[in-house]
């Protein structure tokens, strides 16, 4: 053994070293196999945050916040617009009056700042003639309050079909900066103030729409009665807390109405909301309506598209269906033939014949002008007679051009007539701005 150690000394140190650098090489593959592995993992992580990022625009980088602060305000901005469409229709005259309004020292103020420290004056007092008193308190910090009331009230009577006059005009401006309508909690109020926007709908459509129940002439509501005296019955079935949701329908459903009358349509036939309270989604109240008309096609149309349009005054009406009918359906005629070639009864005279129902849009073949059945002849003599009267009528049909032939040219299905239609209306406002 000694002798081939001594003899292979070389080749034995040459394969030692072979295998301290193999052992070497391999410890070293896997060192750097476990960094490349780490390096692939954050190679990955990379990735997915490169492309989270490029979703994100612009990309969040320091050059680019001022841009980011500018486009979240102008957003800001846009959404504030976006909010006001919906249920503020009395904004452009609460601007109109802002621009007017000056301080004792004769400064502008903003809207914002004018809500602000209205609001904290008006939640100072529970006690309703407490808060009549801190109003009047209120309007001393301005110089010419009067002026921009009257600037106000020119433009909010363009804005809504209340009418405005003196002994309501602080009531409506009030409103519109959010105070709720509750009638001091008196039943007597609020059915006098239903009384009176009744009174104003129905001649507001006097003499341009119908209304075809007494029921549609009360707008789904329960309608005060009055005494001989003429005094209101002070039972009026409502809930106190309801008072303000219901003056709140009743302005929705004038507005309705007053664009209803700008329509064409012919009558109102029911008028029905699903609740008193509205429907809560999100950060807005969503009123309920069922309502059925009856009109032209071209009067319910016009009427869609008129509260389509609604959202330019601040108003945002949404369809959501509408069921369409008609009575007479003219393609009835086309299948009974009784209709286009009329049998003639026992004892019927071609007078009497002519004043007989029909349906309409067709128009009666033209009887002999001497035919006059007469009271003798037996039943079975005037039935042959008259059907030897329409077998001679149809072979003079026959001869005739077509364009001369009886109901040649008359619409019968799709003409123009009144339909009824069943009109589901959403009615949406933002909701929390209530004092």
């Avoid at 979240?72 to 309004?101: C, E």
């Avoid at 309801?242 to 309705?256: C, G, N, R, V």
């Avoid at 002849?377 to 059907?387: C, F, N, R, V, Y």
């Avoid at 001679?392 to 040649?408: D, F």
Wanted: glycine share 6%; proline share 5%; charged share 25%.
């Amino acid at each position: 053994m000694k002798r081939i150690i001594k003899n292979n000394l070389v080749l034995i140190v040459v394969l030692g070293l072979s295998l301290i650098a193999t052992i070497g090489l391999l410890v070293w593959t896997a060192m750097e196999y476990i960094q490349m592995s780490r390096y692939i993992a954050q190679t990955e992580q990379l990735r997915s945050d490169i492309a989270n990022l490029i979703k994100k625009t612009p990309a969040p980088v320091d050059g680019n916040v001022p841009l980011i602060e500018t486009d979240i305000k102008l957003y800001s901005r846009a959404a504030d617009q976006l909010r006001g469409k919906f249920g503020h229709p009395l904004q452009p005259a609460l601007d109109q009056f802002i621009s007017v309004l000056r301080l004792n020292d004769g400064k502008k103020i903003s809207l914002k700042k004018f809500k602000e420290e209205f609001t904290a004056e008006w939640t100072k007092s529970e006690s309703t003639a407490q808060k009549g008193i801190d109003y009047k308190l209120f309007q001393r910090r301005f110089r010419n309050w009067p002026e921009a009331m009257q600037a106000f009230r020119g433009l909010a009577e363009k804005l809504t079909a209340e009418p405005i006059t003196d002994n309501n005009i602080d009531e409506v401006f009030l409103s519109s900066l959010g105070v709720m309508r509750r009638f001091d909690n008196k039943p007597e109020n609020l059915q006098r103030f239903m009384a009176e926007n009744r009174r104003r709908m129905l001649e507001m459509t006097k003499d341009k729409i119908l209304f075809e129940t007494p029921e549609a002439a009360n707008f789904s509501f329960v309608l005060p009665a009055t005494s001989g005296s003429g005094n209101f019955d002070m039972r009026s079935g409502y809930l106190p807390d309801d008072y303000p949701m219901i003056a709140q329908h009743w302005e929705i459903l004038s507005d309705f109405v007053k664009r209803a009358s700008e329509s064409g349509i012919h009558s109102f036939v029911s008028f029905r909301k699903r609740a008193i309270q509205p429907e809560k989604v999100g950060s807005f109240d969503v009123f309920h309506y069922s309502i059925e008309v009856t009109g032209t096609m071209e009067s319910i149309r016009k009427l869609v598209a008129i509260l389509d349009q609604a959202f330019h005054e601040n108003r945002v009406y949404v369809v959501r269906s509408i069921f369409l009918y008609q009575d007479d359906d003219g393609a009835r005629t086309l299948l009974t033939p009784d209709e286009i070639v009329p049998i003639v009864l026992p004892g019927m005279t071609a007078p009497q014949m002519g004043n007989s129902p029909m349906t309409p849009g067709r128009r009666r073949r033209g009887m002999p002008q001497n035919y006059m059945p007469e009271g003798q002849m037996s039943a079975a003599e005037q039935a042959a007679q008259a059907a030897a009267l329409r077998k001679q009528q149809e072979e003079e049909e026959k001869n005739l051009p077509y364009n001369l032939r009886s109901g040649y040219g008359e619409t019968l299905i799709g003409k123009s007539g009144l339909c009824r239609a069943i009109i589901d209306v959403e009615y949406i406002m933002e909701s929390g701005n209530g004092i």
